[in-house]
């Protein structure tokens, strides 16, 4: 209940503000996100944009930096909110990263793609659909031997088209993988599922033009910086297990284990000591563990804060509950406190 309240607050009034500014904002195309994405932030924009460095507010950062980027709801909030210059963006998922390369470079194509794809699945009856989503499925797997990921080809756009389609159609839209790297996500059951929303890809196409994106791990980082004071990076790692139980975080294959969070902990100091802007969130181990102080340990010379994120759902009542985010940061903003303030007169 309380957290229902917090939402509708804090969405009425910043929505509300968000209108009234878009209204002037040359940058805003009115992009979202086109992917459902495990961990993806839509729902914490809100709460975010009170922690972003007010270097951002003020129009002083040039660069933004998203290496964990998923379906980058933080990337299409601030580039169409503040006057960034450039994007740099990258995810080991080489497939999500050939689909936004796609849609930067090809979206007319891409959409033509889609238009057909739509087409033949909505007349299809349940269990046609089913058919129809695992032969896409074994596709895109038989696909992938012959894809060159170095050098944009025709071939791409069609591949990017199946990503679209898997993503709208599979199960919550899971991205997961079997042991040979094969796409392994089952079907989903969505009646009417938005395969191609042309306005949101021309959109998504037009804000991308200032993006440079890459597949690769979230130290490419280091070699890419070069506007120093004037940068801004936003770090999402995949989740640390919240329970012991809990299946572990696992994208395209790739363990991001607690000796990864310690590598990505090095390069947030790295970029602290060369004057960059930098946020990073998690979810809070201490939501099942009071005594898990993974994060606060490995952030102790900087700032943690504790927001809630999402209620837990759960058929046994002792163990339903708010699942509190972390949110790290490197620098002073005076919008916190306020912020803060708002959340915990909501909350308790
Ligand atoms: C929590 S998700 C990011 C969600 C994103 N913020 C959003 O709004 O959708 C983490 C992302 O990190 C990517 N990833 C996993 N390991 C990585 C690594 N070593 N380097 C770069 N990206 C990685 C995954 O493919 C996934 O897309």
């Known amino acids: 209940m309380a957290q229902e309240k917090f939402d509708n607050n804090y969405h009425q009034n910043s929505s509300l503000r968000s209108k009234v500014n878009d209204l ?85 194509i891409l959409i033509e793609f889609l238009k057909v794809i739509e087409k033949e699945y909505l007349k299809l009856d349940d269990s046609q659909r089913t058919s129809y989503y695992y032969r896409q499925r074994d596709n895109f797997n038989s696909q992938k031997a012959q894809m060159d990921y170095s050098q944009f080809s025709d071939n791409w756009i069609h591949r990017a088209a199946l990503f679209i389609f898997l993503n709208r159609t599979c199960y919550n839209g899971l991205y997961r993988v079997n042991s040979e790297g094969n796409f392994n996500s089952p079907v989903g059951k969505y009646k009417n599922p938005s395969i191609c929303d042309e306005d949101n890809l021309l959109a998504v196409s037009k804000v991308l033009a200032i993006a440079e994106l890459k597949m690769g791990d979230f130290s490419t980082i280091l070699s890419d910086l070069k506007n120093k004071n004037s940068s801004f990076v936003y770090f999402d790692p995949p989740y640390r297990p919240i329970s012991k139980t809990s299946n572990f975080t696992n994208y395209n294959g790739n363990r991001f284990d607690d000796k990864q969070q310690k590598l990505l902990s090095a390069v947030f100091s790295a970029l602290d000591k060369s004057g960059v802007f930098v946020m990073l969130s998690n979810s809070d181990p201490k939501n099942t563990n009071p005594n898990d102080t993974f994060f606060d340990d490995l952030y102790k010379d900087y700032n943690i804060f504790r927001v809630p994120a999402k209620r837990i759902i759960n058929s046994v009542a002792s163990k339903r509950g708010l699942i509190n985010e972390i949110i790290v940061t490197n620098y002073q903003n005076s919008q916190w406190k306020k912020a803060l303030k708002e959340i915990k007169q909501v909350m308790f």
């Not at 450039?86 to 050939?98: E, Q, T, V």
């Open 24 to 108: 002037f904002n040359p940058y805003n195309f009115n992009a979202k996100p086109f992917l459902k994405w495990a961990g993806g932030k839509t729902q914490l924009i809100n709460v975010f944009r009170s922690f972003y460095p007010e270097a951002l507010t003020e129009g002083k950062i040039t660069d933004y930096f998203e290496p964990f980027l998923g379906s980058g709801a933080v990337f299409f909030d601030i580039a169409q909110k503040y006057s960034i210059q450039r994007a740099y963006l990258y995810d080991i998922n080489k497939d999500l990263i050939l689909t936004y390369l796609v849609i930067q470079q090809r979206v007319g």
